[in-house]
């Protein structure tokens, strides 16, 4: 079955940084486009940031632009997101995510919790 | 990347039918087919419901059904369940080329 375990969140300072990790299993990982989602403690979800299969094309919120990075390695079936310059608002549940098709988002992680504070 | 507006709250009776709207813009419902919907119960990852505007994944009942009028989805469910109490997210493909969610909405089952 397909399955999506994140791992690499935890408590930084504003203006630090977190590298996300994604690993998949279940399915052909290079054949799908992943994303990042997250969603702020009580709060909706917030689209984040998107990978193609083959890494050629990536889109980011504008929230994130120029502060996160998404990349994956299809040879270790993971999906990673580079967090730079943190601030509190960034704090939130991270959801890996698989796209059927883009806004098709048939499988999701359990999430993985980022908290940002000093 | 304005989110897409849906009510806060909505409910209803088991047995009854209950609508749920998602209003964009024509940078987005309004010019994609691309418009899904998501169920949320409390703790829990978000579950597709509805996709490409009124199709179903399988195993989704078909008391779920979408559509679309101009700028805006709307998400139907009809005989209402008590496990049908959770949160519902529309979401659509933009002419950015992103993704832009809905506030949310939460439905209660009285």
């Known amino acids: 079955q397909v399955l999506l375990v994140e791992s690499g969140g935890g408590l930084v300072k504003p203006g630090g940084s977190l590298r996300l990790s994604c690993a998949a299993s279940g399915f052909t990982f290079s054949d799908y486009y992943m994303s990042w989602i997250r969603q702020a403690p009580g709060k909706g979800l917030e689209w984040v940031s998107y990978i193609s299969s083959t890494s050629s094309h990536t889109n980011y919120a504008d929230s994130v632009k120029g502060r996160f990075t998404i990349s994956r390695d299809n040879a270790k079936n993971s999906l990673y997101l580079q967090m730079n310059n943190l601030r509190a608002e960034d704090t939130a549940l991270y959801y890996c995510?698989?796209?059927?098709?883009?806004?098709?988002?048939?499988?999701w992680g359990q999430g993985i919790l980022v908290t940002v504070s000093s | 990347q304005s989110a897409l507006t849906q009510p806060p709250s909505v409910s209803g009776s088991p047995g009854q039918s209950v609508t749920i709207s998602c209003t964009g813009t024509s940078s987005d419902i309004g010019n994609y087919n691309r418009v899904s919907w998501y169920q949320q119960p409390p703790g829990t990852a978000p579950k597709l419901m509805i996709y490409?505007?009124?199709n179903r994944p399988s195993g989704v009942p078909d008391r779920f059904s979408g559509s679309k009028s101009g700028n805006t989805a709307s998400l139907t469910i009809s005989g209402l369940q008590t496990e049908d109490e959770a949160d519902y997210y529309c979401?659509?493909?933009?002419?950015?080329?992103?993704?832009?969610f809905g506030g949310g909405t939460k439905l209660t089952v009285l």
């Open positions: 490409e505007v009124n």
């Open positions: 979401s659509s493909f933009t002419s950015s080329s992103t993704v832009v």
């Open positions: 995510a698989r796209e059927e098709v883009l806004v098709v988002t048939d499988y």
